[in-house]
Structures are given as C-alpha cells and as structure tokens.
C-alpha cells in the first residue's frame, strides 16, 4: 500500500516540533495579576495531559506555584478545561472557546500572538489572561520534510495550532500545505477525505 500514497498529513506538536514547549511570558489584562493567572493555569492543567498542560506544569513547578484543589472539572475536548472551586468558575483553553464563553470583546481587544508562538488562555468572570508558549521545530524535520517531498510526496500538516504559527511553519519547512485550527474530529475527517 505504501506504493500507492501520494500524500503525507503530519501533525505539528510533538512530530515536526520537540513537543517540550516553554513558558515564554503570562500576561493578564489589565496587568498586575500575572501571579494569579499562572497559579490558576497550573491548578487546571495539573488534570490534563495535553502539550501545553505539560509545559504550564513544568513552568508551575519551577516557580514554585501553588495548586488550588476544584471541586468540578470537566475536559472540553479540542478546547480546554473547565474547573470550579469556592472563587469561581474557570476556563483554559483555546481563544476562540473563551472569547465565545465571555460574550464581550475582552479577548479580541489582545493581538495574537507573534507566529511560532503557541497561547492558552484563562478567563473568569473578573479575570481574563494567557500564556504564551514556544516550540521550537526538530533540527531533523527540515531533511524528514525534504525527503518526502524528492520521493514526489504531497506534504500537509493538520494541526489544532493557530493559522499564523501554523504558517510559520509552512514557510520555514517548505511545506506544500497546513490546516490550522482543527479539532481532533477535524484532523480525523482531513485524513479520512485525503483518502477517499
């Protein structure tokens, strides 16, 4: 069957990139609450096993952070999470998910991170910050890339990344195409397509 393929589809976190992301910067808005934006990231993220969960722990323990315990968790998948405890409700995840769930123009009024930069944004009702995190592509993906691409293969990466990183990383690998942006269903209806 290998003989037959025409067409490549990789995932970006973790195959084409080390998946060992870091924590670059935390941000709230307004400012003044950086603080309390990474210890509630790293509360909600201590139950999740995504990429960026990991890199937000690892952060978390370095800092020296402090877990608050949630009485209510719920995994929102191709999202985030959702947490409550006695301050609150909580949300982690993708910007478009919390910029819909507060119904105001918070979210938008924030440019998007720089390409090749990954976000995880935290909101409550009285609080509204992100995490900005990098992922530097494998030394091995440019030569893996260009090999496949010799041998006459069609080479697509589908991620759930944003359009601009996303991007970056089509120009910086030379890639034919990306698809950002996509849900775990997605990617699988992308693959199940390229096949038919």
Known sequence: ???DVTVVALDKTGTLTTGELRVEKVESFPSGRESEVAQLAYSLDRLSTHPLARAVMRYGKQKGLTAIEF???ESVTGQGVRGRCERG???????????????????????????GFSEIWLSSRELLGHIVLRDDIRPQAQGVVDELKASGLRTIVLTGDRRATAEHLKSELHLDEVRAELKPEEKVAAIKLLSE
């Not at 995840?93 to 979210?107: K, M, N």
């Open 1 to 3: 069957k290998l003989a």
């Open 71 to 73: 009485a209510h968790f």
């Open 89 to 115: 409700e909580y949300l982690l995840g993708r910007r478009e998910w919390i910029a819909s769930a507060r119904g105001d123009q918070a979210v938008a009024q924030v440019p998007p991170t720089e390409a």
